[in-house]
């Protein structure tokens, strides 16, 4: 009899963890389309002559899908310690304009009370520029300096305005 018994709830587990099983594949289903649906949705179509060729797309995550800043908010990622490396003097900035971003934006690189030493140029939302190598080569040392972000109107190109960031430059051979 207790056999009986065990091979009846056996039975009667197939059913639910079919349930369960399903119920896990429709979730995946649908943070996929999260993931994947509406990545268009932000972006700023924009095919001028002076976008950096060193950008890349940023893949979306699925809780960026309904975020959009005004016309008036800039957001921007930046790394604020630059290792500047080697004889091509690389380094890894990460410099991203976000999805929510309705500007483009681009980044002028200068030590503390010196001339503009890197200039990119225009970054479309939803893209970013891993690694750069300056315009101009520096000297060896450790130096403060600025990063200034601007921010571009895509229909007109015109200049909207700039975000000042501190940044600590290390330059090795």
């Known amino acids: 009899?207790?056999?009986?018994?065990?091979?009846?709830?056996?039975?009667?587990?197939?059913?639910?963890?079919?349930?369960?099983?399903s119920a896990i594949a429709?979730?995946?289903?649908i943070i996929g389309f999260m993931l994947l649906g509406g990545s268009e949705e932000c972006s700023v179509s924009y095919e001028g002559e002076h976008l950096d060729q060193r950008a890349q797309k940023i893949k979306r995550h699925f809780w960026e899908k309904d975020q959009k800043n005004e016309n008036d908010d800039f957001s921007y990622e930046i790394e604020t310690e630059?290792?500047?490396?080697?004889?091509?003097?690389?380094?890894?900035?990460?410099?991203?304009?976000?999805h929510c971003n309705t500007l483009l934006m681009y980044i002028e690189l200068s030590l503390e009370d010196e001339e503009v030493f890197f200039r990119s140029g225009l970054i479309r939302?939803?893209?970013?520029?891993?690694?750069?190598?300056?315009?101009?080569k520096l000297p060896e040392g450790d130096f403060k300096g600025y990063a200034i972000i601007c921010a571009v109107d895509p229909e007109t190109e015109e200049f909207t305005g700039f975000l000042e960031q501190e940044v600590n430059i290390r330059?090795?051979?």
């Open 82 to 98: 630059l290792n500047f490396k080697g004889e091509k003097q690389e380094c890894k900035i990460n410099l991203a304009n976000p």
């Open 1 to 21: 009899m207790r056999n009986q018994r065990t091979k009846k709830r056996k039975n009667s587990k197939f059913p639910l963890l079919a349930i369960l099983f």
């Open 171 to 173: 330059v090795r051979k």
């Open 125 to 136: 939302p939803g893209e970013k520029i891993e690694k750069i190598t300056p315009d101009k």
């Open 26 to 29: 429709l979730i995946l289903v």
